[in-house]
C-alpha cells in the first residue's frame, strides 16, 4: 500500500526564518510527486517533482526529491506570516489516485 | 491552466436533508473525478473516483448509498450526500484530471454543515 509520512506535524517560526519540510513516501509505482499549500480553501499546487536531483523553485520556495532515499524536501527561505498554511505532500503511482500525507502545519508569526 | 469548479461553496442543512455537490472541470474534459473529505485538523482522505460514464470506485469504509456519485459527462460529477447527519459536516473537495497527465486541479471545496 503507497504510504505519504510528512514531518513535522506542526511548526511554529518567526518572520524571517528558513523552514524546511520534509515528506517521505513508499509507493510501488513511482509516477511523481507533488506539493500542494492549504489555506482556508481546497489545495493549491505548488510543485511536481518527478526526477532525483533537480530543484523546483518558486520565488521563495523550492523543493527537491530524492528518489534513492525515497523523500522529498520543501523549503521556505525568508518566511513571512502569509506562508503560514498546512503544506501537503501526496503520491501519484500509476493510474492511481493521490496519496496525501498527513500535512504539516506551518504557522509564522511577526 | 485547468480550472475545476464547485457548487455550493458552503452549504447548511438539517440532519435528514440530501444534498447535492457539483464538480465542473472549465476548461478541460476531465476524464477522472475524484472526491475528498477533510475533517477539521486533518489531511484529504479520498472517498471515491469516478470515471465519465461508469461507476465510480468507493474507497473503503465509505458507503455508497450514502454517498451518490455521478460522472454523467466529461466535464461534471456530482456527490449527492443523502440522509446527511451531523456527523457529514466536513469539507468536500473533488479534483480532475484528464487522461495522460499526473496532475489533479483541485476544485475549491465545499463545505458541508448538517445541523
Known amino acids: 500500500e503507497d504510504k505519504v509520512v510528512q514531518s513535522p506535524l506542526s511548526l511554529v517560526v518567526h518572520e524571517g526564518d528558513t523552514v524546511t519540510l520534509n515528506c517521505s513516501y513508499e509507493?510501488?509505482?513511482?509516477?511523481?510527486l507533488l506539493w500542494y499549500k492549504q489555506e482556508k480553501k481546497a489545495p493549491t499546487f505548488l510543485f511536481m517533482l518527478?526526477?532525483?536531483?533537480i530543484e523546483k523553485k518558486s520565488g521563495r520556495l523550492s523543493s527537491i526529491l530524492d528518489k534513492k532515499e525515497l523523500f522529498s524536501i520543501l523549503n521556505i527561505t525568508a518566511t513571512q506570516t502569509g506562508d503560514s498554511a498546512i503544506y501537503l505532500c501526496?503520491?501519484?503511482?500509476?493510474?492511481?489516485?493521490?496519496?496525501f500525507g498527513k500535512g504539516t502545519r506551518l504557522s509564522v508569526i511577526a | 491552466g485547468a480550472v475545476v469548479s464547485q457548487h455550493p461553496s458552503r452549504v447548511i442543512c438539517k440532519s435528514g436533508t440530501s444534498v447535492k455537490i457539483e464538480c465542473r472541470s472549465l476548461?478541460?474534459?476531465?476524464?477522472?473525478m475524484f472526491w475528498y473529505r477533510q475533517f477539521p485538523k486533518q489531511s484529504l482522505m479520498l472517498m471515491a473516483t469516478?470515471?465519465?460514464?461508469?461507476?465510480?470506485?468507493?474507497e473503503q469504509g465509505v458507503e455508497k448509498d450514502k454517498f451518490l456519485i455521478n460522472h454523467a459527462s466529461l466535464t461534471l460529477s456530482t456527490l449527492t450526500v443523502t440522509s446527511a447527519h451531523p456527523e457529514d459536516s466536513s469539507f468536500y473537495i473533488c479534483?480532475?484530471?484528464?487522461?495522460?497527465?499526473?496532475?489533479?486541479?483541485f476544485g475549491p471545496g465545499t463545505r458541508l454543515t448538517v445541523l
Open positions: 479534483s480532475a484530471r484528464y487522461a495522460g497527465l499526473n496532475e489533479q486541479f
Open positions: 509507493v510501488t509505482n513511482f509516477r511523481s
Open positions: 518527478t526526477s532525483s536531483g
Open positions: 501526496a503520491i501519484h503511482s500509476g493510474n492511481t489516485p493521490l496519496v
Open positions: 476548461d478541460f474534459q476531465a476524464t477522472t
Open positions: 469516478s470515471n465519465e460514464g461508469s461507476k465510480a470506485t468507493y
